[in-house]
């Protein structure tokens, strides 16, 4: 993650937002050392959560059937 002073930000700000929207790495800009902003990419959000992760997961195996392996549970 990129960090940068204010006044540096200001005199590159489309700049550093033109990269931040190309690259999508984070941007910090800080104030007398302390952080006081971050800029990052713009993600839309989906409007509801159903289906959100579609295509993010992918099972490459069984998994309902018994591995084979026996083992005890304690309870």
Known sequence: MKTMAASQF??????????????????????????IARLEPYRERPS??????VGAIEIT????SPTG?????TG
């Open 10 to 35: 200001r005199a590159k700000c489309l700049q550093v937002i033109d990269e931040v929207s190309e690259g999508g790495e984070p941007v910090i800009v800080t104030k007398c050392g302390r952080a």
């Open 48 to 53: 509801t959560l159903f289906g959100a992760l």
């Open 61 to 64: 195996g069984d998994i309902v």
């Open 69 to 73: 392996v026996d083992w005890e549970a």
